[in-house]
Nanobody
């Protein structure tokens, strides 16, 4: 059974930082791609960042480039999202997801429960 557990969300002032973690179990973690998504109130879920199985290839949505960094530690079955220079528009529920390929990531059935990130102005 696949399980993804996010942590690290919270309330932060604009310009601040947060580090999200997602611990995975039930999958061959080092063989799968991972991603972070977010959904703000009244908006559709959007991809924030993706990372390949070895960690040497990443993707970021334009709005977070230069501010967010995705990384993974395969020995601990964990993926991270370091978020710096946070803006109020980053406020959302953040979810991690796992899939075999980048193409399948946005169609995956495997999602965490989400962690709330709130950025105050």
């Amino acid at each position: 059974q696949v399980q993804l557990v996010e942590s690290g969300g919270g309330l932060v002032q604009a310009g601040g930082s947060l580090r999200l973690s997602c611990a995975a179990s039930g999958v061959p973690f080092s063989s799968y791609v991972m991603g972070w998504f977010r959904q703000a109130p009244g908006k559709e879920r959007e991809v924030v960042a993706k990372i390949n199985s070895s960690g040497d290839s990443t993707y970021y949505v334009d709005s977070v480039k230069g501010r967010f960094t995705i990384s993974r530690e395969n020995a601990k079955n964990t993926v991270f999202l370091q978020m710096n220079s946070l803006k109020p528009e980053d406020t959302a529920i953040y979810y991690c997801a796992v899939a075999r390929t980048f193409f399948r990531l946005e169609r995956t059935d495997y999602w965490g429960q989400g962690t709330q990130v709130t950025v105050s102005s």
